[in-house]
């Protein structure tokens, strides 16, 4: 696999010449959205006014323009943007996906199926809604992976059957083959209640978390620290996270800088990155040409990818049974 700086050299040395005709590109594409966003904005505001002082209509009204207004406006948005979006996929980021590894397939409006975000039992509750793109799959050292983007959501409703959604988890997805069938689960989650309240409180708080299997505890302080961990299985779970496994696992949280949750059930592992946004989307409002926006496209594909080297996954340190 390809190192950062080798993929970095290929971005500005082989795709710079795609990146000023993009850049161009954006700028035409920013001020077309500016016009529209106007536009939109003078008239739905008349068009609101108008009808206010025809018919007397009072504050829900307003609530529905604005609700409207912003649908609308996220509508025409994305069909502004397609083509671009598009271009950049297929000239930017399928090429860099390319030069990581020849042995990846990638398909912009593909994600990793909904089953085996439900297998991971990461994230409890119901599903509703699931999206993503930029898929990519292959075989690396002979371990199967594929991850993408995912915006995972769940529907409510109100009273007045109002509807609203709120996400469940959104950033990058990630499943590989770990080389062993596990006959439990063993889930890995970022320890937010002993990092809010404190070791005593807050390990009665992840004891007590109903929803989750039986709580357990490693002898490693650190990870402790950063990580709960929930399992059917004591003694399993403990030969699987061992001590060089939990300090791989710690060196990648502070790579990735994001919420970090890892689980391992049937015979693979399972990564979730929360960042909140999706991930190989090209910049509208901001220059294809800075380094620090070169740099993200860059460094989240190779943490992506060397996700098998950092943990390992490679080396046959375990036998399927």
Not at 17 to 34: A, G, M, Q, S
Not at 183 to 207: M, N
Not at 219 to 241: C, H, M, P, S
Request: hydrophobic share 45%.
């Amino acid at each position: 696999m390809k190192s950062v700086s080798e993929l970095t050299d290929f971005y500005y040395k082989v795709l710079y010449p795609t990146l000023n005709k993009l850049e161009k590109d954006r700028k035409h594409l920013r001020y077309r959205i500016i016009l529209v966003g106007f536009a939109l904005t003078f008239v739905f505001f008349l068009g609101s006014l108008a009808l206010q002082n025809a018919f007397f209509l009072g504050l829900d009204f307003f609530a529905f323009v604005l609700f409207a207004y912003a649908g609308i406006g996220a509508f025409v948005y994305k069909i502004l943007i397609k083509g671009y979006t598009d271009d950049f996929k297929s000239v930017i980021i399928h090429p860099l996906i390319k030069e990581l590894d020849n042995r990846l397939s990638y398909t912009h409006l593909f994600h990793v199926a909904q089953h085996l975000f439900e297998r991971s039992q990461l994230f409890q509750g119901r599903i509703d809604r699931i999206s993503g793109n930029d898929f990519v799959n292959g075989e690396i050292d002979g371990v199967k992976i594929e991850f993408s983007d995912l915006h995972v959501e769940r529907r409510h409703k109100d009273s007045r059957g109002r509807e609203s959604w709120t996400t469940l988890f959104r950033g990058l997805f990630i499943v590989a083959d770990f080389n062993k069938t596990f006959h439990g689960k063993t889930v890995v989650l970022p320890d937010s209640a002993q990092k809010t309240f404190g070791d005593l409180i807050g390990g009665w708080l992840q004891s007590k978390n109903l929803g989750r299997d039986e709580l357990i505890k490693l002898d490693d302080v650190e990870f402790e620290n950063k990580f709960v961990v929930y399992g059917t299985d004591q003694i399993e779970a403990r030969y699987i996270l061992s001590h060089s496994l939990m300090k791989r696992i710690l060196a990648f949280k502070k790579k990735t800088k994001h919420p970090l949750y890892i689980s391992f059930v049937g015979h693979a592992i399972h990564i979730a990155i929360e960042y909140n946004k999706d991930l190989f989307e090209p910049t509208v409002f901001s220059s294809l040409l800075d380094y620090k926006t070169a740099m993200e496209y860059v460094q989240t594909l190779h943490l992506a990818i060397g996700i098998i080297e950092e943990l390992k996954l490679n080396q046959k340190l375990w036998s399927k049974r």
